[in-house]
């Protein structure tokens, strides 16, 4: 039963995510979520990652792993990085460029995430984050945003996203996400 309640959570999470506001009205959220075997697999990823991490990162990566493992199931909500509404562009400057057809245009790197991204997507990505775990929280469903799970679901190729962050779910006596090594 409590698998179920963190699974039907995961799904009601990735809805608000869904109709969470987009800036300028336009959609680029991608959700996934990841259970059974999956989880153990996005571990195992995490632990790969770690490998060619910074000694402090690494730490990171491999204590959320364990905190992974030991979780119903995963959610995943990632966004793509394009300006957005190119035929009426803000032009705002916050990419470091000086207007949206040159972020359109500049070469793509990848290293944890793809990048450079436009601050809209951004400011999306952390909007439906939040309304996701708002939904956990009035839930009483144990829950955490990592960073550490975004970049192995990246390198993993799990979601066609530029930026992830990955949120796991527990339901159990002690919450998992707290008090860690
Ligand atoms: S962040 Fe860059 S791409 Fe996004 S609106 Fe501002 S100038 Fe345009």
Redesign the pocket.
């Known amino acids: 039963m409590e698998k179920e309640a963190a699974r039907i959570v995961a799904t009601l999470m990735a809805a608000s995510a869904r109709t969470a506001p987009k800036t300028k009205g336009e959609d680029s959220i991608k959700t996934l979520i990841l259970d059974g075997d999956d989880v153990e697999g996005l571990a195992a990823g995490m632990e790969r990652k770690a490998e060619k991490m910074p000694p402090h990162t690494a730490e990171m990566l491999r204590t959320n792993a364990d905190s992974v493992r030991v979780s119903s199931c995963v959610l995943l909500i990632g966004v793509t990085g ?3 509404r190119l035929e009426r ?12 057809e ?3 245009r500049a070469a793509k790197r990848t290293k944890d995430f793809t990048g ?6 951004a400011l999306d990505l952390g909007i439906a984050l939040a309304s996701a775990v708002k939904i956990a929280s009035e839930l009483n469903i144990d829950n955490r945003m990592m960073y550490s799970i975004g970049v192995a679901a990246k390198e993993m190729k799990l979601l066609d996203a530029d930026v992830i962050i990955g949120i796991p779910l527990s339901v159990t006596g002690k919450n998992p996400y707290s008090a860690r090594r």
Do not use: H, R, T
């Open positions: 394009e300006p957005k562009p803000l032009d705002c400057g916050a990419c470091g460029y000086d207007n949206c040159s972020l359109a450079p991204v436009c601050i809209f997507q």
